[in-house]
């Protein structure tokens, strides 16, 4: 068992390098999908992964399958996306998830033209569904430095957030700066989706943000507590898909989403908060 378990791990560098990636990716990423689920902007993540697609596809046209360039297109056009669907949003009666639903859709098309013009299917392939194990050093580097930016300013702005979170007209009320703010943390989201986006593809990496951050719903009622258990569920699924992947020959990012809807569905049945088998127990508690 031990052996079926650690040592895909212990024997082959690619696998201890995926590992390590996941592992940062999960830190950062996991508690940033914990406060767009309490914003419920659930859906908007999978609005900018796709967002960075084009940004991503031009870097590739310029410097080929180049980490620096891809990451700065990416970064570019998700920060622009971010800017463009929240002006939308606040300059017309169109509401902020349609707005990123429209340019979404035009991202998503226009990306996928870009890298058809140059590339060959198995490049599309790579951007859309990552190569995470074939992360190089400067991946790790990036998703790392993603990572630790990410868990720091959480740390020094948690309070901020969640009351923009919760009431962001109180925030503005008290001169807490709550569209700097905002900002602040859609850009956090769009980082964290581009280090992402060289693991998994620009189609799975939002199933690493938000599906351990629903999961962690049903095992704590407060935002720490989610957040703690939302890197530790989704840490969880990559090395359940990774393993996965490694016994059975399959790919390995749909390996690690699947993993990470298969702890989802089993939250939602046995978590302690909220899932059936905890309203049952209730309900069965109050008829007695």
Do not use: K
């Not at 378990?5 to 940062?24: K, S, T």
């Not at 035009?106 to 058809?116: A, N, R």
């Not at 719903?217 to 992947?245: P, Y």
Request: net charge positive.
């Amino acid at each position: 068992m031990l052996d079926l378990l650690a040592g895909p791990f212990l024997d082959y560098g690619f696998m201890r390098r995926a590992l390590v990636g996941c592992l940062a990716l999960s830190l950062g990423a996991c508690p940033l999908g914990v406060l767009l689920v309490l914003r419920r902007m659930s859906l908007v993540g999978d609005a900018m992964a796709h967002a960075i697609l084009p940004g991503a596809a031009i870097g590739f046209l310029v410097a080929g399958l180049s980490v620096v360039a891809m990451t700065i297109g990416g970064v570019v056009t998700g920060l622009t996306v971010a800017l463009l669907a929240g002006l939308v949003s606040r300059l017309t009666p169109l509401r902020e998830d349609a707005s990123f639903a429209a340019f979404y859709l035009v991202s998503l098309g226009l990306g996928v033209l870009l890298v058809s013009m140059r590339g060959s299917s198995v490049d599309l392939l790579h951007v859309l569904f990552g190569t995470v194990l074939a992360l190089d050093n400067a991946a790790l580097v990036l998703i790392a430095a993603i990572a630790s930016v990410t868990m720091l300013t959480l740390a020094v702005l948690h309070r901020a957030l969640i009351v923009e979170c919760l009431d962001p007209g109180f925030l503005r009320a008290v001169g807490g700066h709550g569209m700097l703010v905002h900002m602040l943390f859609l850009a956090l989201v769009v980082l964290n989706l581009v280090g992402g986006f060289h693991a998994l593809g620009t189609l799975m990496v939002v199933g690493i943000m938000m599906l351990p951050a629903a999961s962690a719903r049903f095992w704590s009622e407060n935002v720490a507590g989610q957040m703690a258990v939302a890197s530790l569920l989704g840490f969880a699924a990559c090395v359940t898909g990774l393993l996965f992947s490694y016994h059975h020959s399959l790919p390995a990012s749909p390996a690690i989403i699947l993993a990470a809807g298969a702890i989802y569905g089993a939250s939602v049945l046995l978590g302690r908060h909220g899932s059936l088998l905890a309203s049952a127990l209730r309900l069965r508690h109050l008829q007695h």
